[in-house]
């Protein structure tokens, strides 16, 4: 992966007009979703003291999330942002709230904990779609459209990174549902900075019209189902990204829950958020440096390559002694995180002409969302008959397997991808796009 030239800068990005006035409060929203994951987690395991209890749960957020996410896009689609994200947000807000108060205390109900869950999953407020819609509305250029995304798939690391230690310095002086109660105040808190913005606002004004790029303003035919599928030559990388996004997700879904048996197998489940705190700041800075340039390789190589590196790191925690060196190992294998959702998302990008990028993008939230909801659900049931030691070597060989299928078809087959017209006629510091 040989990179070639310096793309263009993330301070170009940022000095776009009405991109601050988005952006903070949508970050803000986002943070929920690294706030609420882990405290549903650990306020389970303090309800319940069962990890089964908790695969069942933390499966249900998951599988709510991502089988009605089509059905949330669709609505903000049709209806627009300012009529359909408040009362998404309001019930999701509403239902955090309730499993504050049923898990507050050891005594909650596993029924009303997993029907409370199901709702907020199924009424999650997709902010990282929203917030990618508007960057493709108020960034025009290709070039510098790669830069945001990169930026934006390095915040959602950062978040992740925030998160847990947040979620840790409640712990200190409450139980981890205080995670939950402050997750709904940020999702609610933010979609309302989110929706009061006038990007949001302008997009909301032209959803009737879906935006068309300039490459397809020029044809005068009809073309019924050309702008609605893959190119022909390309199928194999969108389904390449799907499959690798897929298998990410199941491998970090499923290490989130280990590293919670992990610690507490030691005594010391506290320092979880500690070692995913470190994962997450190893995929922000690996981000940024994989962002901060362009790269000869094709995307589809560089992603079976970085989910190698992942996998492996993931498999070889069932190594390490000790908390601290499982943090240590995560955050040097989670260098690959951030790289690979941003790869997965410019190769789906690539792979689909423009009337086809939304729902590639959603079918790779699916795949990863998915992905973590099945890997979550099987690795409680796992650990009731096995260590956690032993489940990493197992989760990480789905992603070297996967990543290593998708490397071998794409040097058999050369490597070929799709080129749109635009891309061929106008330069480009990139030659893809990104992702969640």
């Known amino acids: 992966m040989t990179p070639p030239h310096r793309a263009p800068t993330y301070r170009a990005v940022l000095r776009v007009t009405g991109v601050p006035r988005f952006l903070v409060p949508a970050l803000l929203g986002r943070l929920s979703y690294g706030l609420v994951s882990l405290a549903l987690v650990l306020s389970v395991v303090h309800t319940t003291g069962s990890y089964a209890d908790v695969g069942l749960v933390a499966g249900l957020f998951g599988l709510t ?5 089509p059905l949330r896009a669709a609505l903000i689609d049709r209806y627009g942002p300012l009529l359909a994200l408040p009362p998404m947000a309001g019930l999701h807000g509403l239902a955090l709230v309730g499993l504050t108060a049923v898990s507050w205390n050891p005594v909650g109900h596993l029924g009303l904990l997993a029907a409370l869950t199901s709702v907020a999953g199924a009424c999650a407020p997709p902010l990282g779609p929203v917030t990618r819609t508007l960057w493709s509305h108020l960034v025009p250029d290709r070039g510098l459209l790669q830069r945001a995304y990169s930026l934006d798939t390095v915040a959602e690391e950062l978040i992740l990174f925030t998160g847990p230690l947040l979620l840790g310095a409640l712990m200190l002086v409450g139980p981890p549902s205080a995670g939950l109660a402050l997750g709904a105040s940020l999702i609610v808190v933010g979609t309302a900075g989110l929706l009061t913005s006038p990007a949001a606002r302008a997009l909301h004004a032209v ?5 068309v790029r300039p490459s397809e303003e020029k044809r005068t035919g009809p073309e019924p189902t050309a702008p609605d599928a893959p190119h022909p030559t390309a199928r194999g990388g969108f389904l390449s990204a799907v499959a690798v996004s897929a298998a990410t997700g199941l491998t970090l879904g499923s290490a989130a829950l280990l590293n919670v048996a992990f610690a507490e197998q030691r005594g010391a489940v506290g320092a979880v958020v500690l070692v995913e705190s470190a994962q997450a700041a190893g995929s922000a800075l690996g981000g940024l440096a ?11 190589t560089r992603l079976a390559l970085l989910g ?8 070889a925690a069932a190594l390490v002694p000790g908390v601290a060196a499982l943090a240590a190992l995560l955050f040097v294998a989670g260098a690959c995180g951030a790289p690979i959702i941003t790869t997965a998302y410019l190769l789906a990008d690539e792979s689909v002409t423009a009337g086809y990028r939304t729902r590639a993008g959603n079918w790779l939230n699916t795949a990863h969302n998915a992905g973590a909801s099945v890997g979550a659900a099987s690795v409680g049931l796992f650990l009731t008959v096995a260590p956690p030691g ?44 990104r992702r969640r």
């Open 65 to 69: 999330a991502t089988v009605l996410s």
């Open 207 to 211: 959803r009737p019209t879906p935006a």
């Open 290 to 300: 994989y962002g901060a340039l362009s790269w000869r390789t094709g995307a589809r």
């Open 308 to 315: 190698l590196a992942l996998g492996g790191g993931v498999a």
């Open 390 to 433: 032993a489940g990493y070597p197992l989760v990480g060989a789905v992603l070297v397997v996967v990543s290593g299928a998708v490397l071998f078809v794409a040097r058999f087959t050369g490597g070929t991808r799709f080129r749109r017209p635009a891309e061929a006629t106008a330069p480009s510091a990139t030659s893809s796009r």
